[in-house]
């Protein structure tokens, strides 16, 4: 005999969907698909904030290598992307001071940049005094780590030799045409991919003799480690005390 439904219930269908209860297999995958949309979105974010920043550090790079400044059209074309997300990057950039617009609406670099390389440069005294160090007392000369600011040399650290009897004088700070003296001319040939030692007699203070040789190999760094000394150099000899110092000081600083 066949059963029936009660009264007033339709019969049980068996392909009918039944809700899983609280704490069940259907539930559980429930939340795991919404904690993994959660988790994709959160990577999504941080891509985009990753992309955006590689760009904005990209447009600066390409800023500061434009000596006659950038069009916003030119910074798409080498960025690669278009007018308005550069118009986006520039916003916040110029809110901060490190871009600029000149009066034709060129990209130049902005003053902020100024503020962050003065909070540097300590840093990077403190991470070429060793080298200096080492390099002064062995050469038995005034050594020092110059940098380009404003297109000229900059003496940002300075070591004298703590043995000798007489040595030059030479004050952090001092600057000079990058033409003119071996620290310069050494910081010009680096622009030229030349990491041989360059030596000067008198071209920027009688009777003051130098070598100096780039330092190579540190992002966004233009520099040049040397010696200064009141006798002539050998350069034969000192040329590669200069050489060691300058890799020591562009691995740390790298």
């Given amino acids: 005999?066949?059963?029936?439904?009660?009264?007033?219930?339709?019969?049980?269908?068996?392909?009918a969907p039944v809700d899983a209860p609280a704490g069940q297999p259907g539930a559980v995958a429930g939340q795991a698909d919404a904690v993994n949309e959660q988790a994709d979105a959160v990577a999504g974010r941080v891509a985009e904030t990753s992309q955006t920043l590689d760009r904005g550090l990209?447009?600066?790079?390409?800023?500061?290598?434009?000596?006659?400044g950038l069009t916003v059209t030119e910074a798409a074309n080498q960025l690669g992307i278009g007018r308005a997300a550069v118009y986006r990057l520039v916003g916040p950039l110029t809110g901060h001071?490190?871009?600029r617009r000149d009066g034709d609406g060129r990209l130049r670099l902005g003053a902020g940049l100024l503020h962050l390389a003065r909070?540097?440069?300590p840093l990077l005294a403190e991470g070429a005094l060793p080298a200096l160090r080492r390099l002064a007392e062995r050469a038995g000369a005034t050594a020092h780590?110059?940098?380009?600011?404003?297109?000229?040399?900059?003496?940002?650290?300075?070591?004298?030799?703590?043995?000798?009897?007489?040595?030059?004088?030479?004050?952090?700070g001092a600057r000079h045409p990058l033409d003119r003296g071996a620290a310069g001319r050494a910081i010009?040939?680096?622009?030229?991919?030349?990491?041989e030692p360059i030596s000067s007699s008198g071209e920027l203070?009688?009777?003051?003799?130098?070598?100096?040789?780039?330092?190579?190999g540190v992002p966004g760094l233009e520099a040049s480690v040397g010696v200064v000394a009141l006798a002539p150099l050998d350069v034969e000899t000192i040329g590669p005390q200069v050489l060691a110092a300058a890799t020591a000081i562009a691995t740390a600083l790298s």
Wanted: hydrophobic share 50%.
């Fill in 145 to 172: 780590l110059t940098v380009v600011e404003g297109g000229e040399g900059v003496a940002l650290a300075v070591v004298e030799p703590s043995w000798t009897s007489f040595h030059v004088a030479y004050r952090a």
């Fill in 205 to 216: 203070q009688a009777g003051a003799y130098g070598v100096a040789a780039p330092v190579l």
């Fill in 1 to 15: 005999m066949d059963a029936t439904a009660p009264a007033g219930e339709p019969p049980a269908s068996p392909s």
């Fill in 58 to 68: 990209r447009l600066l790079h390409l800023v500061a290598d434009a000596s006659a």
């Fill in 119 to 121: 909070r540097a440069q």
């Fill in 97 to 99: 001071g490190m871009l």
């Fill in 188 to 195: 010009l040939a680096g622009r030229a991919g030349v990491a």
